[in-house]
């Protein structure tokens, strides 16, 4: 199971810092990642941790403003969001992969096959 946390309502240049806490069966667990979906839209990557490896991915609108971290000891990842943009506002949703071809597909969605309830990130201008 994976609870997320953190979300709210920012001004445009502020920041958020998102939660995502695992339990179960984390000792399965190739990869863990935060999608997005804003209203009308289709869902989409925004940043995934490779577990065992310890490497981070971004997505392109994202890079250089929100870094994925992790705290192995409290089964935790976190996404500190900096310097939101309107166009940053939707329900962003944590996501763990149990399969190992999560580790070359993290971007894609259907690779992860545990998924939090979201948490809603609402960002004015």
């Known amino acids: 199971q994976l609870q997320a946390s953190g979300g709210g309502l920012v001004q445009a240049g502020g920041s958020l810092k998102l939660s995502c806490v695992a339990s179960?069966?984390?000792?399965?667990?190739?990869?863990m990642g935060w999608f997005r979906q804003a209203p009308g839209k289709d869902r989409e990557f925004v940043a995934a941790?490779?577990?065992?490896?310890?490497?981070?991915y971004y997505a392109e609108s994202v890079k250089g403003r929100f870094t994925i971290s992790r705290d192995s000891a409290k089964n935790t990842i976190y996404l500190q969001m900096n310097n939101l943009k309107p166009e940053d506002t939707a329900v962003y949703y944590c996501?763990?992969?149990?399969?190992?071809?999560?580790?070359?597909?993290?971007?894609?969605?259907?690779?992860?096959?545990?998924w939090g309830q979201g948490t809603q990130v609402t960002v004015s201008s």
């Open positions: 179960g069966r984390t000792f399965s667990m190739y990869t």
């Open positions: 996501a763990a992969a149990s399969v190992v071809s999560s580790v070359y597909y993290y971007y894609l969605a259907n690779k992860y096959d545990n």
């Open positions: 941790f490779k577990w065992t490896a310890g490497t981070a």
